[in-house]
C-alpha cells in the first residue's frame, strides 16, 4: 500500500527557511517523480514544484522559483523542499504526491496528509 | 498556463441524489484530466484519471467524462462521505493546474 507521510511543517517568520520532508512507501519510489502541490487555507490547490524520478529534472512555479529548491533521496525514498525567504503568502498545507506513471506527466494518484506552514510575524 | 474553470463552485444536494461537475479547460488538454476528493484533515484522494478511467478502489458511483475542453464528474446515490470538496487537474501541459473547486454540501 503507498503511503506518503510528510513533515517539517510549522511557524515561521517572514524571510526565514523552513525544510519540508516527505518519506513514501509502498512502490518502487526511484521510478516515479514526485511533486508538491499546496493549498492555501480555504483556498484551491496550485502545484509549487515537481521532480522527477532520477533526479534530473526539477521544475517550479513562479510564485516560488530562485526561492524553493526540491530534491530527492532515493535510497531514503524521501522528497524534500528546501523553502528560502518564506513570504506570508506561502503560508498554506504542502502535499507531496506521486505521479501514477514513470513518465512525468503529473497524472498524480497518491498524496499525502499534508503539512502546515504558517509564515506570519 | 491553461486556467481550468469548475462549475458550479458550490452545490447543495440530498442523501441519495446524482450530481454533476463540470470542468472547462482553456485550451484543449486532450483526456489529461483528472478529478480529486478533498476532505478536511484528510489526504486527497484520486477518483479518476485520464478523464474517464476509475482509480484503484473507488467506487463505481463515480464517473467522468469528456474529452478536449469540456468534462463532467458525476456522483450518484450521494452518500454522507461523498460531501466533500472535488478539483479537476490537468496534466496535458505544464505546468499543472488546477480547477478551484466544487464544494459539495449537504441539503
Request: hydrophobic share 30%; aromatic share 10%; with cysteine.
Amino acid at each position: 500500500e503507498v503511503h506518503l507521510l510528510e513533515s517539517g511543517g510549522g511557524l515561521v517568520q517572514p524571510g526565514e527557511s523552513l525544510r519540508l520532508s516527505c518519506a513514501a512507501s509502498g512502490f518502487t519510489f526511484s521510478t516515479y517523480a514526485m511533486a508538491w502541490v499546496r493549498q492555501v487555507p480555504g483556498k484551491g490547490l496550485e502545484w509549487v514544484s515537481d521532480i522527477t524520478g532520477d533526479t534530473t529534472q526539477t521544475s517550479y512555479a513562479d510564485s516560488v522559483k530562485g526561492r524553493f529548491t526540491v530534491s530527492r533521496d532515493n535510497s531514503k525514498n524521501t522528497v524534500y523542499l528546501q523553502m528560502n525567504s518564506l513570504r506570508p503568502g506561502d503560508t498554506a498545507i504542502y502535499y507531496c504526491a506521486k505521479d501514477m506513471k514513470p513518465n512525468g506527466k503529473l497524472d498524480l494518484d497518491y498524496w499525502g496528509h499534508g503539512t502546515l506552514v504558517t509564515v506570519s510575524s | 498556463d491553461i486556467q481550468m474553470t469548475q462549475s458550479p463552485s458550490s452545490l447543495s444536494a440530498s442523501l441519495g441524489d446524482r450530481v454533476t461537475i463540470t470542468c472547462r479547460a482553456s485550451h484543449d488538454i486532450s483526456n489529461s484530466l483528472a478529478w480529486f476528493q478533498l476532505q478536511p484533515g484528510k489526504a486527497p484522494k484520486s477518483l479518476i484519471y485520464a478523464a474517464s478511467s476509475l482509480q484503484s478502489g473507488v467506487p463505481s458511483k463515480f464517473s467522468g467524462s469528456g474529452s478536449g475542453t469540456d468534462f463532467t464528474l458525476t456522483i450518484s446515490s450521494l452518500q454522507p462521505e461523498d460531501f466533500a470538496t472535488y478539483y479537476c487537474q490537468q496534466y496535458n501541459t505544464k505546468p499543472i493546474t488546477f480547477g478551484q473547486g466544487t464544494r459539495l454540501e449537504i441539503k
